[in-house]
């Protein structure tokens, strides 16, 4: 991006937004409770055995049987972000804020 359209623009934050308080503790939750759950089962797996990263059998298997998996748990933690009530906003849900904006 910046090739294309050039330093000083503005145009997004490089690294953390310590103003965006919202969406840096979203990404916490979601690494914490579906990045980190997940990863954790995988590791299982290939220290058991039943895993070998290295096998391409294996490799296509997780994306069939795993990726279904981790997209629900990514779906359940959305559904979950959106209809939280968010207290600064008079306990309205994120949803709410999308739908009335």
């Not at 090739?3 to 000083?8: D, E, I, L, S």
């Not at 995988?42 to 795993?66: C, K, P, T």
Request: no cysteine.
């Amino acid at each position: 991006m910046v090739a294309v359209k050039g330093r000083n623009r503005g145009s997004y934050i490089r690294g953390r937004s310590v103003h965006n308080q919202r969406i840096e503790r979203l990404w916490r939750d979601v690494n914490l409770q579906v990045g980190m759950a997940w990863a954790s089962v995988l590791r299982g797996l290939e220290r058991e055995g039943y895993l070998n990263v290295d096998n391409r059998i294996h490799i296509a298997a997780l994306h069939w049987v795993v990726l279904p998996a981790l997209n629900r748990s990514l779906a359940h933690k959305v559904q979950a972000w959106n209809h939280h009530p968010l207290s600064s906003q008079s306990n309205r849900t994120p949803l709410d804020l999308f739908i009335s904006d």
